[in-house]
Structures are given as structure tokens and as C-alpha cells.
């Protein structure tokens, strides 16, 4: 149950992240602080994916991932992490220890911890979730390029969620590639087409490469949704004085 429970908290407490309004995720250049330091070793685990575990190995990874479970729900994260830890000792491949651990890092931002462990996990899952989850532990980290691969893995093993496309496109954008992260951002927005948040970042992207025409059409379609919607009119007149400024020149 914590498996899913985890699994699902990773989309509903870190998919905010691309989701809000794209005119005010604008990527911050700055030094990002430095990261708690981890409690396991960031080196890739010697990891045996043919080992047999014994009978009482078996029993003891279960009781600490139980043990870790009643930890997280009083609140006491680092005993759950270290407990997870003791499981993975006894079975570095072991699923439930390596998700329930990642996603604990990812909310403490142990990005560098928790991206590990999510490349290990892509590796022996090849699951989507864990690709998109190590696309945004990289994103946190700075690291574009190793973060843009992450989400590509994690769209092609599964097209069908928008969010990991608007993923994609802000990674795009911080590493530059305006006309890849627009193709991204339509994928998103032709799987959900009265989603607004999409429709501002089509809009803010198109106004980064300076296609005004289709930041107004993006613009208006989001007042055609919501008549009422302040901020898309703001946008829209700043759109249209930039054309007729570029008109002048």
C-alpha cells in the first residue's frame, strides 16, 4: 500500500513543479543550496538481480519496511530512512526499500540521493514513473541534459500522461531549445485541451521565440475557457505591444 501510496505522492507533491503558470517559471540561474548529506553511499549499489535471498532474509527486509511504514506515519522520516537503508543492505535490488527511500529523499530535496536511486530503479523496473521521477531529481539539481534524457525514456515508455510532456518542455526550455520544448508543450496540450496551465506555457514559450502570433492565439484561447481570466488578459496586452513595437522596427 505504501508503495502506491509513495508512488502517487510523487505526481500530487512534485508534479506542481512544471504545472503553474508558465510566464512565472522562468529558470533561476542561481546556485541551488547545498544538499543534505545522504545516509547511504551515492555510489551505484553492487546491485545482483539473480541473488537468492534466504527464508529469514526475506522475513527481515518485510519487518523493516513495516517498521519504516509505522515510522512515516508519525512523522519520523530519518528512522524510516534508516531502516530502509538496512533493507537495502540485505537486498540493494529490493522495490518496495528503493522506492519508498527515493521518494523520502526527494521530499527531504536529497536530490542527489534520490536521483541514484531512481536510476537504479529505471533499470530494473524500465517503469516510466521512475524515469520521470529521475528527470526531476536532475532538474533540481541543474543537470538539463541528463534530465531531458530521463523524461524522453520516461515518454516513450508511456505517451499517455500530458504533465510528463510539460516536463519535458520546461527542460527544453532551460537547456535553451525553444522549438522542442513547443512541440512538447502541444503533445500536452492536444492530450488536454481546456487544461490553461498548458495553454500559458504554449503562450510564454511562443513569446520566448518570439512568435507573437501564436502567443495571442494561445492567450485567447484561454479567455475563450475562462472569460473572466485577469492574468491571460494582462498577458494578452503585453503580448500585443511587444507586435507593435516589432511592427515599428
Not at 526499500?97 to 541514484?116: D, H, I, N, P, V
Not at 526550455?173 to 508543450?185: F, K, M, P, T, Y
Amino acid at each position: 500500500m505504501w508503495t502506491y501510496l509513495l508512488l502517487f505522492l510523487s505526481v500530487s507533491l512534485f508534479g506542481g513543479v512544471f504545472v503553474h503558470r508558465a510566464h512565472v517559471l522562468n529558470v533561476k540561474k542561481n546556485t541551488p543550496p547545498p544538499e543534505k548529506k545522504s545516509l547511504i553511499d551515492e555510489e551505484p549499489l553492487d546491485i545482483d538481480e539473480n541473488k537468492k535471498l534466504s527464508k529469514q532474509e526475506k522475513i527481515d527486509i518485510s519487518a523493516l519496511c513495516e517498521k519504516a511504514d509505522i515510522k512515516l506515519k508519525v512523522g519520523e522520516e530519518d528512522e524510516a530512512i534508516k531502516l530502509l537503508v538496512q533493507a537495502m543492505a540485505i537486498d540493494p535490488a529490493n522495490i518496495e526499500a528503493q522506492q519508498k527511500l527515493a521518494m523520502l529523499y526527494m521530499q527531504k530535496q536529497m536530490y542527489s540521493a534520490a536521483a541514484a536511486l531512481f536510476k537504479q530503479l529505471g533499470e530494473l523496473t524500465n517503469d516510466a514513473v521512475h524515469y520521470s521521477n529521475l528527470g526531476l531529481a536532475l532538474y533540481q539539481q541543474q543537470e538539463f541534459e541528463a534530465a531531458k534524457e530521463a523524461y524522453q525514456r520516461a515518454v516513450i515508455l508511456d505517451p499517455s500522461r500530458p504533465q510528463r510532456f510539460v516536463s519535458l518542455a520546461q527542460v527544453y526550455r532551460s537547456l535553451g531549445q525553444l522549438s522542442n520544448a513547443i512541440v512538447a508543450a502541444d503533445k500536452a496540450h492536444n492530450m488536454d485541451l481546456e487544461n490553461i496551465d498548458f495553454l500559458f506555457l504554449i503562450a510564454d514559450l511562443q513569446m520566448d521565440s518570439e512568435n507573437y502570433d501564436e502567443s495571442v492565439n494561445a492567450l485567447k484561447k484561454i479567455i475563450e475557457i475562462d472569460p473572466g481570466n485577469a492574468e491571460a488578459k494582462t498577458y494578452l496586452k503585453k503580448v500585443k505591444k511587444a507586435i507593435a513595437e516589432n511592427t515599428k522596427v
